[in-house]
């Protein structure tokens, strides 16, 4: 239901385009990994994802299970919620790996939080946490790195800002792309492998910052990005 209405509501508030790198189908039990900078950008992710196929289990912020409404969607969703910074942060990597064991992708956000940034511009992804590497390691998962860009002009900034940004969206209509990686299997150990999905997840951002006339000087890492294979298509019908 959450993919669904993400994918129902996001033409309403801009125009989101997809590339994807990868034509096969994504094995099952994939782990998708987002660059997060943005309370709107799982709207982006989670559509996109819808377009092609995917309905992931969410690892998000035990907080929103809170939100009325939310939460009871979130539950219903199998969604997983993360504690962090509490002894229970353990049990969603448990939760996630066993949701990948039973053959369902998990899309988790290894940034752990939102940029501590006030303007409307994107940036290149933050350090990774090692959650998503430990997971990866105990399933034997393929790894699908995804860059979205655009986010920011949808909500970012202070609530009153974001509040503005989200009534005015209808009438700016601001462009959002989202760019779906080539899977990877990281390497062993969890340094090497946390460093190895930030690179990835880098590359995609790129391509979705230019897609939207974004700056992508911003660099997670060494190397340059492959040019997206896939076509682009447009996932709000406008």
């Given at each position: 239901m959450?993919?669904?209405?993400?994918?129902?509501?996001?033409?309403?508030?801009?125009r989101l385009t997809v590339t994807r790198e990868a034509r096969e189908p994504f094995a099952a039990g994939?782990?998708?990994?987002?660059?997060?900078?943005?309370?709107?950008?799982?709207?982006?992710v989670l559509a996109a994802l819808r377009g092609v196929g995917v309905t992931p289990v969410v690892m998000a912020a035990a907080g929103l299970w809170r939100v009325p409404m939310l939460g009871r969607a979130l539950a219903q969703g199998g969604h997983i919620p993360v504690?962090?910074?509490t002894a229970r942060a353990a049990d969603a990597l448990e939760a996630a790996a066993r949701a990948v064991r039973s053959g369902r992708h998990v899309l988790?956000?290894?940034?752990?939080?939102?940029?501590?940034?006030?303007?409307?511009?994107?940036?290149?992804?933050?350090?990774?946490?090692?959650?998503?590497a430990r997971l990866a390691a105990a399933t034997g998962a393929q790894v699908v790195p995804v860059g979205q860009a655009g986010a920011r002009r949808l909500a970012s900034g202070p609530a009153v800002k974001q509040l503005a940004g989200v009534l005015t969206a209808p009438v700016r209509r601001p462009r959002f792309h989202v760019h779906i990686?080539?899977?990877?299997r990281l390497p062993s150990g969890t340094a090497a492998g946390t460093a190895v999905a930030r690179r990835a997840v880098g590359d995609a951002w790129r391509q979705a910052a230019r897609a939207v006339g974004e700056p992508a000087a911003g660099r997670a890492s060494h190397g340059h990005a492959s040019p997206p294979s896939g076509s682009v298509r447009s996932a709000s019908r406008s």
């Open positions: 959450l993919s669904r209405t993400a994918a129902v509501l996001l033409p309403l508030f801009g994939s782990v998708f990994v987002a660059n997060h900078d943005s309370l709107a950008d799982p709207a982006l504690h962090r910074r988790i956000y290894a940034e752990g939080g939102l940029p501590p940034r006030e303007d409307a511009a994107c940036a290149a992804p933050r350090p990774f946490r090692t959650g998503l990686g080539r899977p990877v």
